[in-house]
């Protein structure tokens, strides 16, 4: 089954853990991961300021070991934005149900309903030991699915609740009032642990960037169960983007950053990936074939899986491991055909965060717009007025 849509809403990423002009080592459970600019609240303002000015609707606030606390750096980033929303990233059942009820709310009645709920579960172990949870990633999306329920009631209801669940157990919980907007959750996961989860609770289901087929079968595998239980969801895709006036000149960007890369440093990256609980990013992993190819001097071009899809940042990162690389002409095409699939949503990133964000706004969306699409955020010019547009490098 196929959705076409003509609306599409793009979401940027806020680099909480640094931001580099090459690719960053690591991605979810990693540790000890920075880049060369530091994630100060001036440098996060400049990309914050630039992803408002470029029309992107929220940007997504990472969690974990190597972040800056989301919480608190878009609370910050929130007071110098105007419109700018902040995807952030929650882990349900880590956290009290009853603080998350209460944040959301707060933030929603301080920043004029700005905010959005990434749903995180913790597709790594490790990682969720050093946050002292030491349930197992099936255990994990149980306990989760209860906190949402509660969550979802205290955003939603003014009665009181008392949830007892097989983790969750919470007794008379209301918020103070109710939020003028329920933050909208988008959650993801390929476990059938993850699409069940997905279905029950999310407003919007993400999947990492792969190629239009498989990413089609899964979000059909989560229409379906959602149809089943008499809900609707939005979808969204998940991919870094390298985007430029030529075809050329993308491909140019994507070899200089696959020429930083080191074959030791790919060579144990993949190892420490191979261990993952994590489904999606096996998923993400078969795509390059674990880096098995990988060799000093190799043409990027070589790690394309799909026309205008790129598998080389999942070299060293874990989690999202794709590009969308192209014209923008190439990239709007390539969007459009996820968006005829139902994709609706499109949470990108690219490095830098700050400059590559006007390689979007300037040049994608008016490509996107010649193709009949409405980009939230955005007035349509039309084809004429696209022509000429130049993106900061």
Same mark, same amino acid.
């Given at each position: 089954m196929t959705s076409n849509t003509s609306q599409l809403t793009l979401h940027w990423f806020l680099p909480t853990y640094g931001d580099s002009r090459g690719i960053m080592a690591g991605g979810l459970g990693t540790q000890n991961m920075h880049g060369e600019r530091e994630a100060t609240m001036d440098y996060l303002t400049q990309v914050?300021?630039? $992803?408002?000015?470029? *029309?992107?609707e929220s940007v997504l606030t990472p969690s974990g070991l190597w972040c800056e606390d989301a919480w608190l750096i878009a609370s910050g980033l929130a007071a110098r934005t105007k419109r700018l929303k902040f995807l952030i990233a929650v882990r349900p059942g880590l956290v009290s149900p009853t603080m998350i009820g209460q944040q959301g709310q707060t933030f929603q009645k301080l920043f004029d309903n700005r905010l959005l709920i990434n749903v995180v579960i913790? *597709?790594?172990?490790?990682?969720? @030991?050093?946050?002292? %949870? #030491?349930?197992?990633?099936?255990? @994990?999306?149980?306990?989760?699915?209860?906190?949402?329920?509660?969550?979802? #009631?205290?955003w939603k209801n003014p009665e009181p609740i008392t949830?007892? *669940? +097989?983790?969750?157990?919470? +007794?008379? $919980?209301?918020?103070?009032e109710l939020p003028e907007v329920a933050p &909208?959750?988008?959650?993801?996961?390929?476990? &059938?642990?993850?699409?069940?989860?997905?279905?029950?609770?999310g407003d919007v289901y993400l999947t990492w960037g792969e190629p239009p087929a498989p990413a089609g079968e899964k979000?059909?595998?989560?229409?379906?169960?959602?149809?089943?239980?008499?809900? +609707?969801?939005?979808?969204?895709?998940?991919? #870094?983007?390298?985007?430029?006036?030529?075809?050329?000149?993308?491909?140019?960007?994507? !070899? @200089?950053?696959? %020429?930083?890369? %080191?074959? %030791?440093?790919?060579?144990?990256? !993949?190892?420490s990936l191979a261990?993952?609980?994590?489904?999606?990013?096996?998923?993400? !992993?078969?795509? #390059?074939?674990? *880096?098995?190819d990988f060799r000093d001097g190799i043409d990027a071009r070589e790690l394309e899986i799909y026309p205008n899809l790129w598998a080389g940042i999942g070299l060293v990162r874990s989690g999202t491991g794709t590009a969308l690389v192209g014209s923008y002409e190439q990239v709007a095409q390539r969007m459009k055909e996820y968006m005829d699939l139902g994709f609706d949503n499109f949470v990108l990133s690219g490095y830098p965060h700050l400059e590559e964000t006007y390689q979007v706004g300037e040049g994608v969306v008016p490509e996107l717009q010649k193709l009949g699409i409405t980009v939230a955020n955005h007035e349509h010019h039309g084809a004429a007025e696209g022509e000429d547009n130049n993106a900061a490098n």
């Amino acid at each position: 089954m196929t959705s076409n849509t003509s609306q599409l809403t793009l979401h940027w990423f806020l680099p909480t853990y640094g931001d580099s002009r090459g690719i960053m080592a690591g991605g979810l459970g990693t540790q000890n991961m920075h880049g060369e600019r530091e994630a100060t609240m001036d440098y996060l303002t400049q990309v914050v300021e630039a $992803a408002e000015h470029n *029309g992107f609707e929220s940007v997504l606030t990472p969690s974990g070991l190597w972040c800056e606390d989301a919480w608190l750096i878009a609370s910050g980033l929130a007071a110098r934005t105007k419109r700018l929303k902040f995807l952030i990233a929650v882990r349900p059942g880590l956290v009290s149900p009853t603080m998350i009820g209460q944040q959301g709310q707060t933030f929603q009645k301080l920043f004029d309903n700005r905010l959005l709920i990434n749903v995180v579960i913790g *597709g790594e172990d490790y990682e969720q @030991r050093a946050f002292g %949870d #030491h349930l197992s990633k099936k255990e @994990r999306y149980a306990r989760g699915s209860e906190a949402l329920t509660v969550t979802d #009631h205290l955003w939603k209801n003014p009665e009181p609740i008392t949830f007892q *669940g +097989e983790y969750i157990n919470i +007794e008379g $919980a209301q918020l103070k009032e109710l939020p003028e907007v329920a933050p &909208p959750v988008m959650i993801s996961g390929s476990s &059938p642990e993850g699409i069940e989860c997905s279905a029950q609770h999310g407003d919007v289901y993400l999947t990492w960037g792969e190629p239009p087929a498989p990413a089609g079968e899964k979000i059909a595998k989560v229409r379906d169960r959602a149809t089943e239980l008499g809900r +609707e969801l939005g979808y969204g895709l998940r991919v #870094h983007i390298i985007a430029r006036p030529t075809e050329e000149e993308a491909w140019c960007e994507a !070899q @200089r950053l696959v %020429d930083a890369l %080191d074959v %030791d440093k790919v060579r144990a990256m !993949q190892e420490s990936l191979a261990r993952s609980q994590s489904e999606g990013q096996r998923r993400m !992993q078969e795509l #390059h074939g674990m *880096g098995s190819d990988f060799r000093d001097g190799i043409d990027a071009r070589e790690l394309e899986i799909y026309p205008n899809l790129w598998a080389g940042i999942g070299l060293v990162r874990s989690g999202t491991g794709t590009a969308l690389v192209g014209s923008y002409e190439q990239v709007a095409q390539r969007m459009k055909e996820y968006m005829d699939l139902g994709f609706d949503n499109f949470v990108l990133s690219g490095y830098p965060h700050l400059e590559e964000t006007y390689q979007v706004g300037e040049g994608v969306v008016p490509e996107l717009q010649k193709l009949g699409i409405t980009v939230a955020n955005h007035e349509h010019h039309g084809a004429a007025e696209g022509e000429d547009n130049n993106a900061a490098n």
